[in-house]
């Protein structure tokens, strides 16, 4: 079988080969500061212009293959980060497969050291990708979005409060299968207890107890 992708930078461009219907595949820079309008040239789009994009893939069921992951390197180096603070190159692995459609991610290798500790991230704890830091340096578009970090964990109740999200996003979006995999998760939104400690994690100050309230009307009302 044969499969069709391409390699962009630009959304508006990303968004008329999705139109044709005939895309598998979508190669796309995704980190940080290029999501967070930080980035340089070919960090292009909106916040919300590429977190739709990411979104429309999922639902269409176009993969993404990332690259730049490490903006060139820039995000692992606190002089030549945008925002003035290092991250580490599990960090930003988390945060391009967190976003939605995303498959793979295709970091640059210049050797077997780099290659070995890339490798690590197999088997790296949690708290090593937690790359909720760039809470500290979102701009005001971004606020009050859940990124899927989960940050928040471990919710009381037991809910994936980012997966809860994701699959909220995606329905909203259009993706008939978000519905599906919401309805199969063991605790929903509903067992939200409204106890705030997500609100109170949140490094992006989502209002995330009251968004569990809308996301289960939406599922209840979509049955």
Known sequence: MR??????????????LLDTGLIDLM???????????????????SVSERAALFRR?????????????????????????PFRVAMTRYQCLQYALDRPGVLT????????E???AL???????????????????????AMGNCVYCNHCQPCPAGIDVGLVNKYYDLAVAGDKMAANHYQKL????????????????????????ARMKEIAAYFHAAK
């Open 105 to 112: 991610v295709v970091p640059g290798v210049r050797g077997l």
């Open 57 to 81: 893939c999922e639902t269409m069921g176009v993969g993404i293959s990332v690259m730049k992951p490490f903006h060139g390197g820039k995000l692992l180096n606190a002089r030549t980060s």
């Open 27 to 45: 190669m796309f820079s995704i980190n940080p500061a290029y999501d967070l309008e930080q980035g340089d040239e070919l960090g292009i789009g």
């Open 3 to 16: 499969r069709i992708g391409f390699s962009s930078h630009t959304p508006s461009v990303a968004n008329r």
């Open 119 to 141: 490798l690590g991230f197999a088997a790296a704890p949690a708290e090593e990708k937690d790359y909720s830091v760039i809470g500290q340096f979102t701009p005001a578009a």
């Open 114 to 116: 780099d290659l070995t």
């Open 186 to 209: 063991a605790v929903k939104a509903d067992a939200c207890i409204g106890c705030g400690h997500c609100d109170r994690r949140c490094p992006f100050h989502t209002a995330q107890s």
